[in-house]
C-alpha cells in the first residue's frame, strides 16, 4: 500500500513541472492576472473600475487600498463528490487505528493503514490537481463541493435568519496547494514514522497512528472546507491532535505540561477565531466564503459600516493566527512542543498545523482590504500583521542562536519562519508567504526528520554539544548531507527553493512606498543572517570535527530532554567540560544508523526541497510561477495589488540589489558559524565564555538560550496571579460563601431559636407569666393602634 | 398517553419489585427495569409525532385526580421533553450498570431509589400542569438524598443535608411564583383556580411587567438553586463529591436538568417581561458563574469537585445563552443541556470507576493512569474533550450555538433575533473556552498523563478505613491485587454516552432540527417584546439598525451586482 | 326567658337529630368505662374494640343523620362542617385508639396474666383511658352543633377536660404528671381567658346566639364600627383558643406537655384540641364578619393580631424544633408550626381559606398520626422512645414503623405527592387568593426551615446504621400501634388519589349559611 | 318558635348602662387581674387552682353584669354553666394535686419543673 502512496508521490513531482505548461497555454486569461500580477498598470487599469479613486486613496493612506476587489463566484459541481473520500480515507485509518489501540494490537499494521490511506488521501489530492487545476486557473472559480449538513439553522425568511455552517468543500488555489502538500508530506512523514516509532511497536504504536491519522483528517477539514466553522472544526481538531502528540510520551511530566501548553495557548487563538467568526457572521450573515467574499467585493470602502466590530475581525483573525502558527505573544508553546516525537514535530509543527494560520490569513486576505474594515484600519490591520510577523522571526532567530538542542534550534526556526511568512501576508505578498510556507514545508521537515534520525541513533541526546563528526560516522552521511542541504535551504543559501520564496517577501517589503515596510524588509534581512548563523552552528557542531558520540538517556528516541534547569548548567559549565568526556561516553555506544525507510524519506524529503524551488526557476522561462498561480486562483489574490511592482532598493535595480544584499548577510552569517562552530570552535566558545563573564553582555547569551524569558515572563505576569486569584476563589467559594455565609443563613433560625430558648424553663409560673405577657404584648399593640387612630 | 403513563408507573412498579426481591438479585431486577423504561422511551419516541413541530404530545385530557386543586393529571410534552426523557433512559441503566461492582450494601434500596427517581423525573418532564411538574421536580429530592445521605462518602450526610435543604428551599420559592400566578389568574378571572400551564403561561404574559418582574424573580430564583446559579451553589460540589458515582451521574445528568428545563418550560413563558428586566442580572451571576467556577475547577485536587464545578460553569453558559433570548442561543442552551448531561455524567461515570478501584478523588494522590487503564483513559480523555467543547464532539454544537446566540443577542445587530445581551457578555463567556482548557487539561495531566502514581499501601487502607459508607467499600484493599482496566460491563455503561457524544458532534442536524421548533417558540414572546422595545427605541441606536437591517444587505447585493 | 333562649329551646328538634352520632359515642364512652372495670380480662381487652366500634358507629351514624336538609333545618352556622369534623374525628380517632393499645395498663395486665397479681380496678386505667378519648372527641363533635355560646363553652370543654386527665394517666409516669399539672393550669388559665372573651362578647352584643351575634355586628359595622369591647372580647377569645392550638404566646407548654405524655397521648393531643380550636376560633369569627361572597370582613384589628400570631406561631415552631433531641418535643414544635399555616387559611377568610385549612387538619391529622403513632409502635428495653438518637437504624430494627415514620415525616414535610403536600398547597393557594402575599412567602421560607427538621425522621431510622444506644429497640408487643402508623402512612400515599372528595367535603364544610339566613332575615323584614 | 333573625333586629342596641353596671364589670375585671396574678405568684398548686376559679368566676361575673346591662337573662343562664364546668375542673384538678402530692409529697408546683428545653 504504501508503494502507491510512494509512486503517487513521485509521479506529482515528475509531472507537475511537465504538466503546467500544456495548462497554461490552455488558459488565455491567465496571462491577465499575471500581468496584474506583475504590476502591470495598463491591463490592471484595463480591468477595473475606479482605477482612479484606488489610486487617489493608494497615495494617501498607504498599500493597504489595492482597488477593487477580484471576486469570482464559486462554482458548484457536485462531480467532485468523490472528494470526500479524502477525508473518509484518513478517517476509516483513525476509526481502525483506534480500535486497534483499544484491542492493544501490537504489530505495524497501524503503520500500514495509515501510510496507505494517506497515499489514497495523496492521489486523490493529485487526481483533484489534474482534474480541476486546469478549470480553476482558466475561470478562476474556485469548485465548491457540499459533503453534508452540519450546523444549519433557519428561523426566517430574511438574509439574516439563518445561520448555515454544514461540512462543504472549497476548492480554490491555496486549498488545493495545501491539500497537495499537505497529503503528501503525511505520507511521506507517516512512512518514516512507521520506522522511528518501532520502538513503541509495543506501546503507543497504534495510538500515534490514531492520532497522525486524525491529524491529517482534520487538516484536510481546515484547508477543504467551505466556511468558516469548519475550518474551525478542522482548527481545534489539528490542535487535539498536536495536544496528543506533543504528550504521546505521558510518562513524561514535561511532555504533558508541554502539550497542555501548546493546548491552552492555541485556545487563545481559537477565542480569537470563534469571536471572529461571530463577528463576520454578525457583520454578514453568513460565514461561507463564497457569499463572504462576495460581500466584501460588493462593498466599497465608503460604504465600510459596522465600527468596530468588522475592525475587529482581522485582528481577532490575526490572534488566531498567532496562536496557531506560534506567532507573536503566543510562540512559546512551539518550542516545547518539540516533546512530541520527532515525525509529529516534523509534520505537525514544522510543516503542516502550524502553517494553518499562513493559510487563514490568506483565506481571509480580503478582510484586511479597505472594502472590509475601511482605509485606516485596513492599513493598521496589514502592518499589526507584518510586525507580528517581523518581530517574530527576529526574535525567534535570536532565540535560536543560543539553544544547545538541535531540534530546539530547528523549533524556533520554524517560528522565525512562520514570522517571515505572516509578514509576507503582512507587507502584502500573499504569493510569497504560501510560497515560503510550501518551501519551508519541504525543508523543515526534512531537516526535523534528519535530527530525528539523529536522535533515533544516538539514544535522544539532543545536545549537539556532546556530539560532533558525524559525517564521519558510518550510516549518517546521508543523514548529515540531507541536513546540510536543509541547512542551506534554512539560511536561503542562494539560488536555493527557499531563497526564492523568501526574496519575495523580503522584496515586497523593501520595495514598498510605506516606510514601515520597508523597515519590516530591513530586519527580515538582518533575520536572514542570523537564521544563516544559527542554521550552521547546529550543522557544523553535528557534522565536522572530530568524532563524538556521547549517548542520551533513553534506549529508545526522544525520551531524552534534560529539563531546564539541566540544561542551564550545562551552558553555564562551558564547552570545555564536554571536551574530555566525549571520548569515553561514545566507547561502549553504538549509533543506530537509519533504516532504508527512513533514508528513503529523507532522500525524498530532500529531491523535494531542491525542486520546492522549481517553480521560480522555471518562472523565468515558463513566463509563470507555478506556486504564484495557485495563489493567484485564490481568495488571497483578491487583493489583486498583491503586485510585485518591485520599484528601487536603495536607489538601485529591486532583484540585483536584494539578491546582493541577501548573499552577503547570508554569507556573513555562514562565515561566522563557519569560525566559530567549524574552524574554531574554542573561539566560539571563548566568545561564549566571556560574553557570560561580561556583565553588561551577559544577558544575550542567557537571554537567547532561555528564549529571553518570555515564558517565565508570562507565568509572572499572568499565571500565577491567575492561580493565585483561583485559590483565592476557591477559598473564597468553599469557605466564605459556603463556610460563612451560607453556614450563617443555615444557622440563623437555630440561633434565633436560642434567643427564645431560655423562656421555655419548665416551670409552670413561668409560663403562665410569658403567656400573660405575650397576651399583655397583644392587648398593648391593639391599645397602640387604637391610640394612633389606626383601627375603624 | 398510556405510554406516558407507563414511563411513571413502570420504574415505579420497578422500585417496588427492588425492594421485594433479594439483596443478591436486586441489581438484575433494577436493571431490567430501568431497560424496560427505556424501551418503554423509545417506543414513545417512535410514537412521538410532533418532534418537529414544537407542540406537545399526547395532550388530552387527563384524568380529573386533583381537579379541586386546579390540578390536572394531564400529561405531554414537546421536543425537548422527549429528548431528556430518552437521556434519562439512557442514563439510569447506564449509572446503573457502572454501580453494580461499587455498591455491595443496601443493594435493594439503591436501585430501588433510582427508579423512584427516574419515576419523578418522568413526571417532571411529561407533566403538562405545572404542580404535576412540581411533583415530580421534588420528589426527586427524596430519593437523591437518600442515595447520597447513604451511599456517599464521607462527608456524606452534611452534603446530603445541605443538598435536601437548598433544594427544598429553591423549590419551595419556585412554587410560590406558581402559586402567585395561578391565584393571580383565579381571581382576575374569577375562574376557580388552574395550574395549567397552557394557562399560565396565557395569564402571565398579559401581567404588568412589574408584577411579571416578581414572578419570574420566584420562579428563575427557585430553579437558580437547581441549575445552580453562583451565589446559591455551594450544595452542588459538596452534593458530587460525595455522592455515589450513579448518584453523580444522575445529578449531573438529568436531576440538575430539570432546574433548567423548567427555567425554559415555565419561567421564561410565564413572565417574560420579568425575565427581560432581570436578564442583565442572571447573565452577571451566569457569567460570574462561567468565570469563577471555571477558576475554581483550575485549582481543585478533588477531581469529583473539579467536574462539579466545572458543572456550574458549564450550566451557567447554558442559561446565559437561554438569556439571550434569540432563537441561536435558546438552541444552543437546550442542546447544551442534553450534551452536558451526556459528557459530565461520561466524566463522572470515569471518575467513579477509578475511585471504586483507588478509594481516592485526589489528583495528588492518584495520577499517570493512562499506564495502568488505557482503555478507562480513552474514555476520560474523550468525555473531558467533549466538555470541553471540541468540534466534532457535542459540546461543540452547543457552545457555540450558545456563544453566537450570546453574542448576536444585541438589538443593535443585524442579526435574525436581537436579544439583549450581546458582544461584551459574549467575550466573557467565551473566556471561558480558555479556562476550560486549562482546568480540563490540568486535570488530565494530573490524572491521566504523566507518572502512574498510585496511591500508596497506608493511604489505601487509610482512605478505606477512615469512612464507613457501606456503599464505598466493598473490595479489599487494592494494593492487595493489580488494578483492572475498565471492564466489559464499565465500557457498556459508557458506550452509549460516547457514541451519543459523537454523533450529536458529527451529525447535530436532526437534533436541532427537533429543538429549533421548539426553541422558536420559546423565543416567540421574547420576539415580540424585543421588537416593541425598538419601534419605541428606549435607545438612540435601535431606529438605526433597525433601518440598518433592512437596507444593508440589499446595498451589498446592489453593488455586487 | 329572652328569645333567644326561647329559639333555642323550640329548635331542639332538629338538633336532636344530629346530636344522634354524639349519643352513640357518648354511650361507647359510658361502655369503656364499665368495661374497663370487669374483672374479665377478656371483657378489660375489649375495652378499645368497644371505643373503636363505638367511633365507627358513630360515622355511620353520621352518615345516616346529617344531611343538608336536617343540617339547614338545625339552623346550624355552617351545616355541613359537623359532617367532616365528625367524619374526621372519627377517622382519626380509630387510629388513635389503635395507636394506644397496649400502652395503658400493660404492667398491671401483665401481672394478671402470669398469675403474680390479682385484678384490682384501682389499679387498673385502661376504660377510663378509651372513655376519656371518646369523651373528648365527642366533644369536638359537638363543638359543630354549637349555635350559641353556651353551647360553644360547654363543648369546648368537653374537648379539654379528658385530655388532661389523659396526659396524666397516659403514662403513669413522673413526666406525664409534670406535663398533666402543666397542661391543666395553663389550660385553665387560657379556659378563663376565652370565658373572659365571650363575656365581653356577650356584653357587646346582648345576645348568646351566634346568628343573633352576627345581626347585631353587622349593625354595628354599618354604624360606625364594631364596638372596642367587642373586640376585645373578641381578642381575648382568640388568645384563649390560642391555647388549644398551641399557638404563639400561648404554645409555651406544648413541647413540655408533648414530652412528657405517652406518645399516644401526644399525638392525641396534637391533633383533636387543634381541632376543637379551629372549629371554636371559625365559628367564632364567623359571628364578626365573613360573607358568603368571600370577603374576608373580620376586623383589621383581630386580622392584624392574626395574621402576627400566624407568623409567629409558625416560625417560632419552626426554629424551635431546629435545636431537639428529642422526637415528640421536635413534633411538638411542628405542631406549633402547623398551627401557623393554618392560621394563614383562617385569614384568607372563606371560600378559599376554611376548607383549606380543614383540608389541613385532615392532613396533619393523617401524617401526625402515621409519625407519632410510629413512636408509639416502637420501645427500648420496654420504655418509650423518645430521643432522636434511638431512632438510628430503625430500618433494621423495625422496618414497617420505620417507613412510616418516614413516610409521615415526609408528609410533614409536604413532599409532593404526599397527603401533606396537598394541604399546604391549598394553604399557599388560600394565602395567594387572598392576597396575602407575605404571609406566603414567610410560609414557603418556612416550610423550609421544617424540611430540615423532618429530614431527621427520614434519615434517622433509614440513613444512619444502628449503633449500640439502639439495641434494645424493637417494636412495641401489640401490633396495632404498628398497625395503625402504617395505615396512616399508606393513608399519606393513597388519600392524594381521592383529593377531590376530599377537597368538595373541606368545602361543603366551608360553607356557611349564615348569610343565607339573614338575607331570609332581612326578606321577612321587607 | 321566635329567633332573633326572623324577629328582625329586636334586641335593644342601646343598652341600658346603670353605674352599678360598671362598678359591677370593674369588679370582675379586678377580680380576674387578682385570679392571674395570683396564679403568676402562687407556687402552691391548691392556691393556683383557686386563683383559675377566681378568673372563672370573674368571667361569670362579668356575665351577670352584662345580662343585667342587657336585662337578658342568658347572661345568668351561662354563670350556671360556668359554676358546673368549674365544678368539673375542681374535680379534675384536686385529682391531679393529690395525684402529684402523693409522688412528691410536696405541694410546691417548682418541683415539677423537669421537662424543659
Redesign the interface.
Known sequence: MSTVAIIALASAFVTHATAHTPTASMEPALLTTLALALGDGAIAAADGHAVDAAHAVHSTSGYADVGPLHFVKAVANTDFAWLKWMLLAPLVSVILCGAM??F?VKGRLPALFTVATFGLSTAMAIALYFQFGPTLFATHAPLTVPF??????T??P??????TANLGFYIDGISMLWMLFVTVLATLIALYASEYMESDLKAGYARFFFAVSLFVTSMLILVMSDNL?GL??????VG?CS?MLI?YY????G???A??KA??MN??G??GL??A??LI???Y?TVQYDSLF??I????SE?V?GGW?KAAIPFLLLLAVCGKSAQGPLFTWLPDAMWGPTPVSALIHAATMVTAGIYLLARMAPFYTVQAIGPEWAETALLTVGWIGCFTAFIGATIACGQFDYKRVFAYSTISSLGYMVMGLGVGTAFGGVYYVFTHAWFKALLFLTAGAVMHGMAGQVDFRKLGGLLRVPGFRLTMICMLLGCLWLATAPFSAAAESKDIILLTALTSHVQQVQWMGWIGVLTAGITAYYAFRVWFRLALGPVKIEPGADQHADHGHDDHAGHADHAHGGADAHAGHGAAHSGGFHPHAPGFRISLVLTLLAIGSVLAGLPSYLAHSQGFNWIQRFVQNSSAWMRAGNSEEHGQILGRDAHSTLFIIATTVVVAGFLLAWILHAKNRALGDRLRASMLNTTGLKWIPLGSEHGWYVDQFYNAIIGVP??L???L??FT??FV??GVI?AAI?RF??F???V??????????S?????????G???A??VW??LSG??? | MTLAVLLIVLPLIGAVLCLGVSERAAKTVGLIASLVVLAAATLLAFEFPAWTTGTFWPNEEGWKLFTAFGVEFRLGTDAVGMLLIILTAVLIPCSMLVSFSAITQRQRGFYAQFLFMESAVMLAFLARDVILFYIGYEFTLVPLFLIVAIWGGQDRRPAAIKLWVYSFVGSVISLVGFIYLAAGHATDTGTPINFSVQTLVEYGQTLPASTQWWVFLAIMGGFAVKVPFVPVHSWLPLAHGEAPTAGSVVLAGVVIKIGQYGALRFAFPMAPEGALALAPFFAALALIGILGMSLVCWVQNDVKRLVAYSSIAHMGLALLAMFAFNVVGMEGGILYMVNHGLSTAGMFMCIGIMYERYHTKDMEVVGGLMQRMPVWSVFMVFFAMASLALPGLNGFVSEFLCLMGIYTADAGMKTGFPGILGPTYAFLAALALILGALYVLRMLQKFVFGPLREPSHGHGGHAHGGHDSPGAHGHGNHAAHAIQDVNFREILAMAPLAIACIVIGVWPKPILNVIEPCAANAVAPYVKLIERDLANPPRATADESATKTTAAPAADKGAIQ | MTPAILAASTNLGPKFMLIAPEAVLFAGAVLCAVMGLSHARAFRAMVPWIAVVALIATFVTMLKVWTPEAATAAQLPMPMLGKYIIALLCVVGVGHVLASIGSVDRAVERQVASGTGAFDPVRVIQGEFYAFILLSLCGGMLLCHATDLVWLFLAFELCSLPTYVLVAIGRGADRSMEAAIKYFFLGAMSTATLLLGFAFLYGATGTLELSAMRESFQMQAQTGGIGSVAIVGMLLAVIGICFKLAAVPMHFYAPDVYEGASSPVAAFISFVPKVQGFVTLIVLLGTVGWSANGDSSIPPVIAAVLWMIAVLTMTLGNIGALLQRSAKRMLAYSSIANSGYMLVGILAGPTVGIDATLLYLLTYGVANLATFGSLAAIERNGHEVDSIDDLAGLRVRAPMVAAALAIGALSLTGIPPLLGFWGKLDLFVASAESHQRTLLVIMALNSGVAAFYYLRLVAMPFVQEPTPRTQGVSPVPSVWPRLSALIFAAGCIALPFFANQLKGEAAAAARTDLDKQATVAQSVEK | MITLASMGSVAPMTPAMPANIQVTLALAIILFAIGLVGFLTRRNMILMFLSTELMFQAAALAFVAFGRMWMDLSGQLMVIFILTVAAAEAALALGLVVLLYRRKETLSSEAWAELKE
Open positions: 489501540a483499544m492493544k453534508m449538513d452540519w450546523l444549519s439553522l428561523w426566517g430574511g438574509p439574516f435568519q439563518s445561520f466553522v474551525y472544526l478542522g482548527w481545534e481538531g487535539l495536544y504528550g505521558a510518562t513524561q511530566p511532555a504533558t505540561a502539550a497542555k493546548f491552552i485556545r487563545i481559537d477565542l470563534a469571536l467568526i461571530f457572521w454578525t457583520n450573515g462576495q460581500a467585493a460588493g462593498s466599497t460604504a459600516q466590530s491567575a492561580w486569584g483561583a485559590q476563589l476557591a467559594d468553599r460563601i459556603d451560607v443555615g433560625p437555630g434565633v431559636a436560642r427564645f430558648q431560655p423562656l421555655y424553663t419548665g416551670t409552670v409560673q409560663y403562665a407569666l410569658t403567656m400573660a405577657g405575650g397576651i404584648l397583644i392587648v399593640w391593639v393602634v387604637w389606626g383601627a375603624s
